[in-house]
Structure formats: C-alpha cells, structure tokens
C-alpha cells in the first residue's frame, strides 16, 4: 500500500518535470525572414525625396565595369567572405534578411522601450531633467516618451527613405549586376535578384540608421557601431553585395543621415521642454481664455509637464500647426461635460475584462516601444505580407512616421493650448487602471497618432482600411476605458489625427510612386 | 506619466492542530510564501512542516492576512515612491487539510486577496481584488521515528498551484498574483526532543510557468514580441525553530525564510514592476498557535512576519490571524 503511493509520487514528480521543461523560447524579435519582393520599382530613383533635392545632389562615383580586375578582386574578396560562415554569422544572415529597415525599426522600438523611462523625483522633491548635454545623467538622456520618439522614427525612416531614393537612382542609372549574376557559382543567401547591386541598398540602411540613432541615442553609440558592422559584414556574408557597392552606399547612408540630422537639430525640439516661469505663462494663457487649467497630480508634483512646447516643433507636411487645431473641449461644468464625466465613472463601476484589455492592449505606456512604436509594428505586418520592397518599405514607414509626429505636434498644440484636465484632477477619488500621463487632457495623442497612422497604411494598403481605422478607433477608446482621457478628447483626437494625414497624404499623392 | 512599484508578499503561515491522540500529535503547518516576481506574483503553497493529519481527518481553516510596504527594492535599491505611497494588500484564505491514508495528506487553498494603496497617492491607480490561485499540495511522511530524547520526521511535499480567475499579472503591486502555473517539490525535516522544543528545516525548488499579459510588447533586458511572460523559476529554504506549552496546548515558533528567483530581469528606475523580475526575500516571523482544550476541534493563531532582505520586492510587513477547526469524516 505504502510502497504504491511512492511510485504514484515519483510519477506525479516525473509528470511535472515534464510539464517544466516545456519551457519556450520567448520571441525577442519581430517574426519575418527574407522574401521576394512583389515588385522592384524600377523607377523609384524619380520619386520625390523628403529632404534631399536630387540623387544627384550626392557624389556617387560611377562603379567600376564587373570585368574589371578591380571588380574581379573584390568578387574573390566576396567569395571567400562566404565560404566558410561560422553559425554565428549564419544567424546574422538571416537576422538581417533582404528587407533590412525593419530591423533597424526593431533597434529604434527597442532602444526607445530601453529610455522611455520618466525620471523620478529627487530625495527633495525636485525633479531633474535628462540633458543631451550630459547624456549619461543621472537621469539618462534621453526620456523617450512619445513625443521623442515619434520624431527619432520620423527621423530614421526619412533618412532610409531619401538614401533609398538615392540609391534606387544610381541602381537604374549603371545596372551593376548582383555579384550572382556575374559569378553563377555564388548562391546569394537571399535568393536570386534583379535589383542592380551598386549601391548597396541594405548599407544605405546601416549607416543611415547607425548615423540617426546614435544623435538620437548618444549612450548607445557603441551598441549602434556594432549592430551596423554586422549588418555590414552580413551583406558580403549573404552574398548580396561586393565592398564597393557596400562602400557608396554606406556613403549614401551617412550623407542622407546628416540631412536628417540637420533638419533634427533646428527642429525646436530643444526648446519643447521649458523652463517653469514659461510652462506657467502658457498655463496663465488657458486660464485667462477659458477659465480652467491642468494641474499635474503626482506626488511630488511635477513642475513641468511633459514638453509644452512641442507644438511648436517644426511640422514635415502641415505648413502651420494651427491649420489642424480643433475646436475647444466642453467646457467645465457644462451638460457635455457632465456627461462625461457620468460616463467615466460608469466605466470605472463597471470594469469588464475586455475594457481592461484594451485599455492595456493599446497602453503602449512607460518603458515600452510608445504608441508609435506600436503602429510601426502593423505596418511591419503588412509590409511583410504584401511583400514590400525596400523602397516602398521604407516609404511607407517614412510617411506614416512622419503623419505620427506631425500628428504628435497637432496634439501637443492642443493640449497646451486648451490645457484641459484630466479626470483624476476633476472627479473626487476617481481611480484609473491606467497611468496618468505628466501633460493635458485635451487631445488624446494615443487617438491622433492612431489615426494618422491609420490613414496612412489605409492609402498603402486600400484593401485593409477597415481593420486599421477600426484599430485606430479602439486605440482611442483604450483611454478612455482607462481613465485617463475625457471620450471628446478621443473623438476629436481621432478627427485631429485624420486631418493631419490629410497633408501628408497629399504630399504622397505627389512623390511619383503612385 | 507615473511609475507602478512592485509587491510582493509572504503568504499566511497557518497552523494547522489536528486531533491530539495519546502520544501522536499532529499538526501542520501551511506555509504559503507568495511572490510577486516582477509584476507576475507567484503563489507557492508550501507545506513546511513535518507532521501530518490521520486518515479520515480534516482540517478547515480560514486565514485573514493584512500585509503593507512603504519601501520596495528597485533591484537591489530600497526606496519609497508617493506614486503608490503604501501599498496593502489583504488576504482572505479558506483552506482544508486532508487525510488521505496514514503518512500522506492533501491540502487545498483558495485565497482571495485585495490590494490598494494608502490615500494621498501620486498615481491614483485602482486597486485589485479576486481570487488568486487555487493551491493543491500533496504530502508523504517518509519517516517518523522516536528516538531517546524526541522523535524525527522527514516529509516530502509537491505542491501545485494556478490563477483561479483571469486576473491580471501584469499590474504590479496589485495585481493578485503572478497568474502563472506553479510546481514546487519540497524536502522538510524536523526534530522534537522530548522537552518540547523543535527545530526544522525545509528547502523547495519552485518552477513558474509563463504568464499572459495584455499586451504584445514588453521590455526585460530587451526586447519581447508576445503577450507571455516568463516567470522566473525560485528556490525557498526555511528554518524554524519553536517550543510547545501545557502540554502540546499552545506553541511559539521563529522562522526565517527565503525565496531567491534563478533568472529574471530588475525593476528599471522608477518604473513599474513586472512578472519577469528576478525577485529576492528575506523573511523573518513568528508565530503563535493555540488550541482550546474545551471547544473540541478548535484553535486560534496568529503570526507576524517581516521581510529584512530583498530584491524587486515589497519590504513588506505581514501580520496575519486565523481559526482552525478540525474533525473526523
């Protein structure tokens, strides 16, 4: 009798190690590998660059002939890069695939969930800002909330953009063929192409994206340097592309990397955050024209909200923010407002499981990717299934991004200048499931990113509109579902949001790769 | 913007006085250590002691825990934050202790627990309150023999436990638990003298399964593109040491425990805590077990416990009571 019940707990302790080492391996990347594109855009070198004038503007050499004993060496330079691949740069191969800006989208999503961190207070109450002019801190800079980090994506994505422009150009204008078509005997990683080789457009990404991150990420610049060797060496190790062909575009890469830099640096991004006698004049300014204001809520309380003036950063399609400004928010103690008011509270009484999933599903909060990272996510999707080259890949995130930021902006002039509460500073011992973010109520910027973004994957991808304005839409509601944002602020911000993407809808009805 | 600071608490100790018999007395003790990892929480419910109910006996119980922290380590940082100010935490556990056959028990638990913070707070965040997980925990007693001056048991115990309710893990310090799959095995062994006094020891290996949050992103150290979370895998050790009085009627007991994560990721600076966090405890308590010798079946306990050492952990401060009453079925 005993000696049963034994064996019966040996083989209940069995049973269990088994269900342990089922253990999983957790996904620390985006799922996709290489793929043919669905097409080449032979044209695309005319498409209109964002902030480059011409391809021709960049001073690419025009390659050596692939009989050339220039050519020939650095063919032999390729092949004896591939033979002999140790696992590890078998793995980097197909890390980086053939559609390479994701991944480099993935580094920024990552580092932006690494320095999404708001600084906490001081053990005196104060509260310290991260400054780009001592990155290291304490507090690390940066603090990449959504603002920051909308515009490091819009950035980046402009920059892979441009130098792709550039490098599709120098494609189509010399026609180098891959170093496959030239030695049959070399069997590319990434299938057989026919996209000219020169320049090399995956070094175009590399360096325009290390040259992006590490101004937008100074601490990371080690981490960037490395991650782009790689990508790099991985381009002779997948048999994609000769020294030369990596070398110009790498060239292309950091020459369109400085323009975007440029342009970041007179952005009026450094003077978004300002001191507090400003924040208190803008807050004055609300008071004086509307009669309410927003009052931070932490303990201690912030001085400062969340950059106030990032409104007034410059804009990549919309010639003057307040073209895009919404109408005013109820005003306090109105029915509308009342209403409102009722509804939250009935939210909050009457929390189900799926309000607290949206609410935490589109959260996209402190130490996560943002928002916009989240939209960057299914674009990738989409970009994937269809089946995107490049070109078309890095327009499409380009413009979206820059719809987020812009649309970012719209929101931020909204805010501060209708500077409206929020729930928790007007309804009494009202709780939220989600965090009360350090700026105004009025509008949602989760709604006007979502919309913008949604927009603009509806002009790329028509045929899946639906779900991405239905997802917009949810995304708007998510806040609402977590307290911390009034419905109108949603509702206007979803308008807000798609009135944005109006003007860089039109900017792409015009670029040439419609 | 705001920071959600992690919980983590220690669970009832429930002592547990079954029928006393001539020169056999049994009894138990329910150790359920409860760790937040991160923002998952892990339920462990540990059987720790070495003594055991007869068959045909039960024993119902119901524990009323009230556990706080102020300060919580941030890695190996101990800070407070006005973000969530003190965060409570209370903890309602039904539980019954089965008899199976002679030397082999069946313990099962079904908390409820709600947590809140104190008011004024900087996040104003609503709290939690569900039941957390169902506890199962199957004990053998291999051995128990008298020796000249006392008399020595040696127990084993697997334990398994899993969320009863879809609450959610990643919403620390309230959420209810670390809504993962647990496994523990369990080693305790213990010796009496004949004066009353006794001295025990008990060592686990905890393995957590994988929690599902409500997003598809998070960062630990890096990147993770999925809803699932794993929950780090533990090791708890405990050492008690304790005396009876009047005659087995009432007991005192002082213990130290401690539960160390194998793996896992530290709370970033003021940010919220999550269930993949490597999570540490040091624990010391005592306490106090008493049954009336003239209302048959029942007694009373009570416990106090503090946490002095830790890592991605409330410093939390438990102080729990509850009546147990045993009988024949």
């Known amino acids: ?514 | 913007m705001y920071a959600r600071a992690q919980g983590a608490v220690y669970q009832p100790k429930l002592l547990i006085n079954p029928q006393t018999t001539m020169n056999n007395y049994t009894r138990m003790l329910l150790v359920a250590a409860c760790l937040f990892a991160g923002d998952g929480l892990l339920l462990a419910q540990t059987p720790t002691d070495a003594v055991m109910m007869k068959p045909r006996e039960a024993c119902l119980a119901v524990m009323y825990d009230h556990g706080k922290f102020d300060e919580y380590w941030e890695g190996s940082k101990l800070r407070t934050n006005a973000t969530i100010a003190t965060v409570h935490r209370r903890t309602i556990m039904p539980m019954i202790a089965i008899g199976i056959i002679d030397n082999l028990n069946v313990i099962i638990s079904t908390p409820y627990v709600r947590t809140k913070s104190d008011e004024p707070n900087g996040g104003k965040l609503e709290g939690a309150k569900g039941f957390q997980d169902f506890g199962l925990v199957v004990k053998y007693r291999f051995l128990n023999r008298e020796t000249e001056t006392g008399k020595v048991a040696f127990v084993g115990a697997l334990g398994f436990s899993t969320p009863m309710t879809n609450y959610l893990s990643d919403y620390l310090p309230y959420s209810l638990g670390f809504g993962a799959p647990e496994v523990s095995g369990r080693a305790i062994v213990q010796y009496e003298w004949n004066s009353g006094f006794y001295a025990r020891a008990s060592g686990a290996y905890l393995w957590r399964g994988e929690t599902e949050a409500e997003r598809d992103y998070y960062y630990a150290n890096g990147s993770y593109y999925t809803a699932w979370m794993d929950v780090p895998n533990a090791v708890n050790f405990q050492l008690v040491a304790g005396k009876w009085f009047f005659g087995h009627s009432f007991h005192v007991e002082a213990l130290y425990n401690s539960t160390t994560c194998l793996s896992g990721d530290d709370i970033r600076a003021y940010n919220a805590a999550q269930p993949t966090n490597r999570v540490e405890v040091g624990q010391v308590g005592l306490n106090a077990q008493y049954f009336f010798p003239n209302i048959k079946g029942f007694g009373v306990l009570a416990y106090y416990s503090q946490i002095i050492s830790g890592r991605n952990m409330g410093k939390f401060t438990n102080l729990g009571a509850g009546l147990t009453y045993q009988f024949k079925f």
């Open chain 1, 1 to 514: 009798m005993k000696k049963r019940y034994i064996l019966s707990l040996l083989g209940a302790c069995l049973t269990m190690l088994f269900v342990v080492s089922c253990d999983r391996e957790l996904p620390v990347n985006l799922n996709y590998k290489h793929y043919d594109f669905a097409s080449l855009d032979p044209n695309g070198g005319t498409w209109t660059p964002v902030l480059l004038s011409s391809p021709e503007q960049l001073d690419v050499p025009e390659p050596a002939d692939v009989n050339s004993a220039e050519y020939q060496s650095e063919l032999a330079d390729l092949k004896a890069a591939m033979s002999n691949l140790t696992s590890q740069q078998r793995s980097a191969i197909e890390y980086w695939t053939n559609n390479p800006a994701i991944r480099w989208m993935e580094i920024a999503m990552e580092l932006v969930a690494k320095y999404n961190l708001i600084p906490g207070p001081n053990p005196d109450g104060t509260y310290t800002l991260p400054s780009p002019a001592n990155p290291a801190g304490p507090p690390p800079f940066p603090f990449a909330h959504p603002a920051y980090s909308s515009r490091a994506y819009a950035h980046l994505t402009v920059a892979q953009f441009d130098g792709l422009i550039a490098a599709w150009h120098y494609k189509f204008l010399w026609e180098r063929p891959t170093p496959s078509q030239v030695d049959p005997s070399i069997e590319p990683a990434y299938g057989e192409s026919e996209l000219p080789s020169y320049p090399s457009h995956g070094a175009v990404i590399a360096a325009a994206s290390r040259d992006v991150l590490t101004a937008m990420f100074p601490l990371e610049k080690d981490y960037l340097a490395a991650r782009a060797a790689e990508h790099l060496n991985s381009l002779m190790w997948a048999g994609e592309a000769v020294q030369s062909d990596i070398e110009v575009g790498e060239y292309i890469g950091s020459e369109v990397a400085k323009l975007a830099l440029a342009r970041a640096s007179t952005d009026g991004m450094s003077k978004a955050q300002t001191p507090k006698p400003v924040s208190d004049s803008i807050k004055q300014s609300a008071i004086d024209r509307f009669g309410w204001h927003w009052e931070n809520q932490e303990i201690p309380q912030r001085p400062v909200g969340l950059a106030p003036l990032y409104g007034k950063v410059k804009m990549w399609s919309v010639p003057n923010v307040e073209l895009t400004r919404p109408g005013p928010p109820p005003a306090i103690g109105s029915a509308e407002y009342q209403a409102d008011v009722e509804l939250l509270i009935s939210h909050q009484n009457n929390m189900t499981e799926e309000k607290r999933r949206i609410a935490n599903y589109w959260q996209d909060g402190l130490g996560t990717y943002t928002p916009p990272g989240h939209w960057n996510t299914i674009a990738f999707d989409y970009i994937v299934k269809y089946k995107l080259n490049p070109l078309r890949t890095a327009r499409t995130l380009a413009y979206m991004n820059m719809a987020i930021q812009d649309a970012g902006i719209s929101c931020w002039d909204a805010k501060y200048f209708y500077h409206y509460p929020r729930p928790i500073q007007q309804i009494p011992s009202f709780k939220t499931i989600a965090g009360t973010p350090n700026f105004p109520s009025y509008t949602s910027g989760h709604s006007t990113f979502s919309a913008a973004a949604a927009e603009v994957l509806t002009r790329i991808f028509p045929q899946e509109g639906e779900i991405f304005r239905e997802w917009a839409e949810e995304a708007a509601i998510s806040r609402v579902y977590g307290g911390i944002h009034w419905s109108f602020d949603s509702e206007v911000g979803l308008e807000q949001g798609r009135d944005v993407a109006s003007y860089t809808i039109a900017a792409m009805e015009s670029d040439g790769a419609e």
